[in-house]
């Protein structure tokens, strides 16, 4: 498991940033190619990055004090941006974009708030919530809910079938390439859940199923001394229909 943990972490240098030391942004306010958000406790930073040897901008989120910078999740990785100009603010309609030199929208999160705020936690989540409950623990949307390459503490993984949505992850290209690569690893939900890794269609690994108290294919692995992983599987009843709600 450390070996593939390692493949879906990957590490780039990033273009010199000047930071607003802010954790928050409302409307009106933007993040252009040199200035970042940073998470309270300054472990997390936010912002536009470059990779070696292009030209190419993302919108990305990277730990903060660490050498060389370990990016952790990508905005636009299928749309880069191609000019300095570009920014990532919340739009009038409420929805937050990321905008190229013309204008142009190549990423956006299609949610909107009459009172928007985006807020970098300190968990390495990128929020978007609504400013008149500023203390909710909703969101409207949320990175973690997004994942790229890189699976981070209090991140649910696995499918959730009453919203349709499916927590995984997805590899970079290459080193210098954030888009989306070959290898996916999640929850299989063929019978009981299980982890899968792919190289396209191929299973390359599977963990086994889950037996109530630990993955059939994983009992002779030492147990991971750093973190450990909390499985949450029920049954929700909604529009007359039951089905299962699986998080990891």
């Known amino acids: 498991m450390s070996l ?11 273009f010199s940033k000047t930071s607003n030391a802010k954790d928050t942004m409302v409307q009106n306010e933007y993040l252009g190619v040199n200035k970042t958000l940073v998470s309270s406790g300054q472990t997390f930073e936010s912002g536009f990055f470059g990779t070696n040897n292009t030209k190419n901008l993302y919108l990305g989120i990277w730990y903060k004090n660490i050498t ?14 191609t000019d300095v100009a570009g920014v990532f603010k919340i739009v ?9 030199g013309s204008k142009r929208i190549i990423w956006s999160s299609n949610s909107t708030r009459l009172k928007p705020v985006i807020q970098l936690l300190e968990s390495g989540n990128l929020v978007f919530k609504d400013g008149f409950f500023h203390n909710s623990p909703s969101y409207i949307w949320q990175s973690f809910d997004y994942p790229t390459n890189t699976r981070l503490t209090e991140m649910k ?11 995984y992850l997805t590899s970079w290209k290459n080193v210098n390439d954030p888009s989306i690569g070959d290898y996916s690893y999640g929850v299989e939900l063929t019978g009981l859940p299980q982890f899968v890794l792919r190289y396209g269609s191929v299973k390359q690994f599977r963990s086994g199923v889950w037996n109530g108290v630990q993955f059939s294919g994983l009992q002779n692995i030492k147990p ?3 973190f450990s992983s ?19």
Not at 157 to 167: A, E, H, V, Y
């Open 4 to 14: 593939l943990l390692l493949f879906f972490c990957t590490c780039l240098f990033l």
């Open 68 to 81: 060389p910078t370990f990016v952790v999740w990508v905005a636009n990785r299928n749309h880069p941006l």
């Open 92 to 100: 009038d309609d409420g929805n937050i974009v990321v905008l190229n």
């Open 157 to 167: 993984f696995g499918w959730d079938l009453k919203i349709g949505l499916n927590r």
């Open 224 to 226: 991971n001394e750093i």
């Open 230 to 248: 909390t499985v949450v599987i029920k049954i929700e009843s909604y529009t007359g229909i039951s089905k299962p709600v699986t998080f990891f």
